[in-house]
């Protein structure tokens, strides 16, 4: 009588879980983590995070002075003003961990909201220390860079625009992320391009040009921003429902971005508590 044998699937055969969804690739979910997280050093971490607060304090020091007599208005008046600090910090952080690991494609959406932000601050830094200079330098001097702060405010902005644009161009190019985040990356990166186009036209043209331009720009940008913020929140929920794989730094910038605006209220509504 034969011996029957029984012969196992060969070593190199695929595993298949009887639990999966059939029909499901598993590259479907493909998002630009699968190159590598970020994974800033923790000297790379603190460093950028104590930056950025330094950065945001010197920005914002100049409006400190309107709330030194009410105690419980500079408390409110601080809280945006850290949390905007470590917003700058974190995209800082995040920028030197690209930059050291060339890894630009491992950028994930959250990463992308706070390194975008870091030109505005940068900019705002860069006038309060224009303001500074009006205010310590002497008489002719100080003049002369009075008269030319509007022309430098729109210099700041129009660089600012034009770095942030610049970055989502990148981002567009080699990110890996579904379509709803890719529409958030176009709709920041049009928003950013009318605003400094809107900058550019109040400064120079006739009146009338002017005034039409500011209007469909003005028009333009907002709606680039709300689609921005539209896509932003669906990007959230269709990450948070399918699992997809995210770092913990891409979860802290979402959540940073959405504390920085919500920030703001006890500064509006304190006053109304009077």
């Not at 945006?80 to 920028?95: D, E, F, K, N, S």
């Not at 961990?97 to 900019?123: E, N, Q, T």
């Not at 860079?145 to 161009?169: D, E, H, P, Q, W």
Request: glycine share 8%.
């Amino acid at each position: 009588m034969n011996e029957m044998h029984e012969e196992g699937p060969p070593p190199d055969a695929a595993v298949v879980n009887p639990f999966d969804s059939p029909g499901i690739e598993p590259h479907a979910e493909a998002a630009s983590d699968e190159v590598g997280e970020l994974s800033p050093t923790p000297a790379m971490l603190w460093g950028g995070l104590l930056l950025g607060l330094l950065i945001q304090t010197v920005a914002t020091l100049p409006e400190i002075r309107f709330f030194l007599d009410d105690i419980p208005m500079l408390l409110a008046w601080c809280l945006p003003q850290l949390i905007t600090g470590l917003v700058i910090g974190l995209g800082i952080a995040m920028l030197c961990d690209v930059w050291r690991h060339r890894k630009f494609s491992a950028l994930m959406p959250g990463h992308w909201c706070v390194i975008a932000y870091v030109p505005l601050a940068l900019a705002e830094f860069l006038l309060a220390m224009y303001g500074f200079g009006i205010a310590l330098l002497p008489g002719a001097a100080s003049e002369m860079l009075v008269n030319y702060s509007v022309i430098a405010t729109a210099i700041g902005m129009a660089i600012t625009a034009g770095l942030v644009v610049a970055f989502y161009c990148a981002v567009l190019k080699t990110t890996r992320e579904q379509t709803t985040w890719k529409t958030y990356a176009y709709s920041s990166m049009v928003a950013w391009l009318c605003l400094c186009l809107s900058v550019m036209a109040s400064h120079y043209g006739l009146g009338e040009v002017n005034e039409l331009a500011n209007t469909v720009l003005g028009m333009l940008t907002g709606a680039s921003y709300l689609a921005a913020t539209i896509t932003f929140l669906i990007g959230i929920i269709i990450d948070y429902t399918r699992r997809r794989p995210r770092d913990a730094y891409h979860w802290m910038g979402l959540i940073l971005m959405v504390a920085m605006p919500c920030s703001h209220l006890p500064l509006l509504l304190l006053p109304q508590a009077y």
